[in-house]
């Protein structure tokens, strides 16, 4: 069992905070601000990679900084949105509903020790390489998005994540052809596995499970001695999860205004 304590989540929150950083696209108009023990991040108005993270870990965050923050999202015609810790300060969540912010989504926080965890055979699954960020970014956004026409945008969220510095993408196929897709970065010995997303067509063929052990013989190999993961409560996502091996530390609320 995991103590799910302040020092885990700023430990896997830090984490997050530098992949959303690393993640903002080379192209023109993204920003971040570090602000509130966190980051904030701007990768185009309706990007889902555009919001708040790790803000309120290290204690109170002042109004001015809520307020910069604010001004950072609002002057670039975006919406504010944190993804916040339970942990964060309580005080955070007080002023955030005081300024009018409602909750918008909820994200269970897992984790895995990898300690004694063997590296296991994944036939399926292979690293993408340098010239794959398109078709990569395809299969990810088909996943996501359940359609196989992609605007420039939804495909740009795709080259964004393959192209984050330091960050690993893999590959699952079926008969040879790209059906799935995942992503994992590692910092400091915690593995983070993220952007998991599978084909409608090929969902219920063990392919995210694959995908799952792939990243986890990545980080064994690393010398990591914990893995995360972020999925939606009650998902298939988080039962493939929890299949491995992994547990729910805790719960994060995603706060729009």
Known sequence: ??????????????AASLDAKAC??????SATLDAGGGVAVFAGA???????????LDGPVREAELSGIEAFFRSRGAPVSFELSP????????????????????NNVMVKRLAGLEIVFTPRVRRA???????????LGEGF???????????????????MPGGMCYLASVDGQAAAGAALSVRDGLATLCADGTI???R???????????????????????????????????RNYERMGFEVAYTKVTMAG
């Open 46 to 56: 309706e990007s889902p990679l555009t919001h708040a993270v790790g803000v309120g």
């Open 204 to 238: 219920r063929f063990g392919l995210q499970r694959e995908l799952i052990t792939a990243r986890l013989n990545e980080a064994v190999a690393q010398a990591c001695d914990l893995a995360t993961a972020s999925t939606l409560p009650g998902s298939q996502s988080q």
């Open 129 to 139: 390489v340098g010239g794959e960020d398109d078709a990569w970014a395809h299969v």
């Open 200 to 202: 409608a067509r090929f």
């Open 1 to 14: 069992m995991i103590f799910a304590d302040l020092a885990l989540a700023r430990r896997i929150e830090r």
């Open 87 to 106: 942990l964060a300060d309580p005080g955070l969540f007080q002023a955030l509903g005081d300024r009018g912010y409602r909750i918008t989504e909820f």
């Open 24 to 29: 903002a696209p080379p192209h023109s108009g």
């Open 145 to 163: 998005f359940e359609k196989s026409e992609l605007s420039h945008e939804e495909m740009d969220i795709g080259r964004d994540l393959f192209r």
